[in-house]
């Protein structure tokens, strides 16, 4: 047998991992046809195959399940390594790669991630925002340290992770003073039939909302579904409907915004969670983050 290719092997993992060529072609930034055929050319090389083609999806055979367990071992001992070097004591900054789904309050992500930047050692935050089943993936090849989400780690999602609990809070609901002036009093009835902004379908934080506006018979009506958490505060600022924010950023929401809370609910709470492929935290940045979250979470 020829030697292994560790290109040709990363190739391979990354699709495991990703679930298919089209995905690891976007990790990877080559095209699903370089992919697919630096896969056959592994395979060549190795003398099996490693798929089972079953219509457009691969699907793993015992031979690519073998792969897979000894490429998870090598490309995350290259990771220990990477690490390693990157925390070397050599007066260059630490870095600290985070994952921000887009259903996070931009406010909430800061509230969680500043701790980490006082840290004595200098620290470099890298932070990417996207989907969380797109963050899960590059969490997976360890292009990220941590994932902040709203809720835990999909169970269908095949990505060897452990949730963190970082707390949670209660929900308050704004508007802009034209909004709040006629809707703030009665709160919460006069909410019924009110100009609703809701959190996209994506949202932890959705299903609870709705499930309580049935609870108190209030009926908003829902002018705008949005899965980023920064255009849907947009369109609040902007007065185009009520929206609701965890109640722990409540007061900077009020100041940056020049919005008005009309009340909150202790009956709604919105959860945070750290994703990362430790069963226990050690990066310095997430224990500090991990350490402040529970005090600062709750509200």
């Given at each position: 047998m020829n030697a292994i290719n560790y290109k040709h092997l990363h190739y391979f993992w990354v699709v495991a991992k990703s679930g298919g060529i089209g995905r690891a072609s976007e990790r990877l930034h080559l095209t699903p046809q370089t992919i697919s055929g630096?896969?056959?050319?592994?395979?060549d090389m190795l003398g099996y195959p490693l798929?089972?083609?079953?219509g457009r999806r691969l699907e793993l055979n015992d031979a690519g399940r073998v792969v897979l367990s000894y490429a998870d071992e090598i490309f995350t001992i290259g990771e220990e390594l990477q690490e390693v070097l990157r925390s070397r004591p050599d007066g260059l900054p630490m870095q600290f790669r985070v994952g921000v789904a887009d259903a996070v309050p931009k406010a909430i992500a800061y509230l969680l991630l500043e701790p980490s930047m006082e840290l004595p050692d200098s620290l470099?935050?890298?932070?990417?925002?996207g989907k969380l089943t797109d963050l899960l993936?590059?969490?997976?090849?360890h292009r990220l340290d941590i994932v902040i989400a709203d809720s835990p780690m999909p169970?269908?999602?095949d990505v060897r992770g452990y949730n963190h609990l970082l707390g949670e809070c209660s929900v308050s609901f704004f508007a802009a003073e034209p909004l709040a002036r006629k809707y703030k009093k009665?709160?919460?009835a006069s909410m019924d039939g009110a100009p609703f902004l809701m959190a996209g379908e994506e949202a932890a934080?959705?299903?609870?909302?709705?499930?309580?506006?049935?609870?108190?018979?209030?009926h908003p009506r829902i002018v705008g579904e949005f899965d980023d958490g920064a255009l849907l505060q947009a369109f609040g600022e902007a007065g185009k409907g009520i929206f609701a924010a965890p109640s722990a950023v409540a007061d900077q929401i009020c100041k940056q915004s020049g919005v008005t809370e009309l009340g909150r609910t202790n009956l709604v709470t919105e959860q945070f969670y750290a994703i990362s492929v430790e069963r226990q935290?050690?990066?310095?940045?997430?224990?500090?983050?991990?350490?402040?979250?529970?005090?600062?979470?709750i509200r």
């Open positions: 630096q896969i056959s050319l592994f395979e798929f089972n083609r079953v470099r935050i890298v932070c990417r925002e993936a590059d969490l997976a090849i169970a269908n999602i009665d709160f919460p934080v959705r299903p609870r909302l709705l499930r309580w506006f049935e609870k108190e018979r209030v935290l050690t990066h310095p940045a997430v224990v500090a983050i991990s350490s402040a979250a529970r005090e600062s979470l």
